[in-house]
């Protein structure tokens, strides 16, 4: 087995630490912030412009890669990072997230978790998902086509891409469920993640030809702080097939602004060892929180979509560069930014590129994006390493506005 979390740093009065996970492609230091390639491509970029600004892995969607170009076409290309041309390491989320927000109380999904909507779904408002003891059955949002994810399915779907973390299949419940329902709703996620570990060790030994792919259990439970206790305890000691979960996934409904509580809650009962990673998370200040309270990494679609219609993050807040303001402005996005875009082109030039509708815009403004959040997580690391998160922390949000 090549998967390993070494902790290098731990705050002595906090949660926060730093570290680095080994995967049989690579490491990855942490906390980190993993950019999404949803289908195998991190929107209007090259890998090799994504590499170069400092990502340390990818994360793809098992959904969307079972729907296109199907799992089984993947591994015969050699798995997820091989087809892509991305040598490092690489996640991909169970589908569940997808699956299920296909269903009852999309919209309020969508209300509730704008940041991390699938943006692939968002036309989509019909009644697509039903979910039973076994799985969910749904359609697809290509076509209508009727399919079905059990845990076992979500298993065999994400050994076949081949990323070096895979999460457990979960039921995503909306703030709008109700207690009775999110208590049971969580009891099968449980029975799922015991379903999960036994499909997974029965495909590593099947694959045993195969690099090891590191299982990560997902934590469910809304703003309820005993059923997130208890999603945590369930998982951090759940052993089957004589394998336990690798790492665990923080995912669900959770409010913006019970961020920080809520992740504190399930980091408190999760094993110090193991990495944790907050699912579909990615604002500046949600990030702070997020690593102040003992999340390792953080993916979300949030830099990359906001990328692509104008929005651009800057030490100031985030601004909308095709705005008349900026016709005439040379300056860079950022001054401070090193981002490939940031030291070659001005704002003037991005403000024409998206009048004109021209392709280059959304690509530049996901390099500068994607740049600015994988470097202000990295920065983070180095503040805890040095001492100084608390300051840099102040310092940061003190300048920064979240929808500036
Ligand atoms: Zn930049």
């Not at 589908?95 to 991390?116: E, N, P, R």
Request: proline share 4%.
């Amino acid at each position: 087995m090549s998967f390993k979390f070494q902790i290098s740093h731990q705050e002595k009065n906090g949660r926060a630490r730093t570290g680095v996970i080994e995967t049989p492609h690579g490491s990855i230091k942490t906390p980190a912030f993993i950019p999404v390639g949803t289908k195998a491509t991190v929107k209007s970029t090259l890998p090799d412009s994504i590499s170069s600004l400092g990502a340390q892995a990818v994360l793809a969607n098992a959904y969307h890669l079972y729907l296109q170009p199907g799992s089984q076409t993947i591994d015969e290309a050699g798995g997820l990072g091989k087809f892509m041309n991305w040598p490092g390491p690489t996640f991909t989320d169970s589908g569940g997230f997808q699956v299920m927000s296909l269903g009852a109380g999309f919209k309020k999904v969508i209300d509730m978790q704008g940041d991390g909507l699938d943006e692939n779904l968002t036309e989509s408002k019909e009644r697509l998902a039903e979910v039973d003891e076994e799985g969910v059955t749904f359609k697809s949002h290509l076509d209508g086509s009727s399919h079905r994810f059990t845990p076992e399915i979500s298993m065999q779907v994400q050994h076949e891409i081949g990323a070096d973390i895979i999460f457990a299949f979960d039921e995503l419940t909306t703030l709008y469920h109700d207690k009775r329902y999110q208590e049971d709703s969580l009891e099968r996620t449980r029975r799922w993640a015991l379903r999960c570990l036994d499909e997974h060790d029965r495909l590593t030994k099947e694959r045993r030809e195969r690099p090891y792919q590191a299982l990560f259990g997902v934590l469910q439970g809304a703003h309820y702080e005993d059923l997130r206790r208890k999603a945590a305890r369930d998982l951090a000691t759940m052993s089957s097939s004589g394998i336990e979960f690798d790492g665990f996934g923080i995912g669900g409904a959770i409010e913006k602004s019970r961020l920080g509580e809520i992740v504190g809650w399930v980091v408190d009962e999760l094993p110090q060892a193991k990495p944790r990673h907050l699912l579909g998370i990615g604002e500046p200040t949600d990030l702070f929180e997020g690593v102040e309270n003992g999340a390792d990494t953080f993916d979300c679609v949030a830099p990359t979509r906001e990328a692509r219609t104008s929005a651009v993050y800057s030490t100031s807040g985030r601004f909308n560069v095709s705005g008349g303001a900026y016709r005439k402005d040379f300056s860079p996005i950022d001054d401070s930014c090193q981002c490939y875009t940031c030291k070659n082109y001005s704002r003037a030039y991005l403000n024409h590129l998206f009048r004109s509708k021209e392709i280059l815009g959304p690509t530049l403004a996901t390099i500068h994006n994607v740049s600015f959040i994988v470097d202000l997580v990295a920065k983070m690391r180095s503040a805890l390493e040095s001492g100084n998160f608390p300051e840099f922390k102040e310092s940061f949000l003190g300048k920064y506005k979240q929808k500036g």
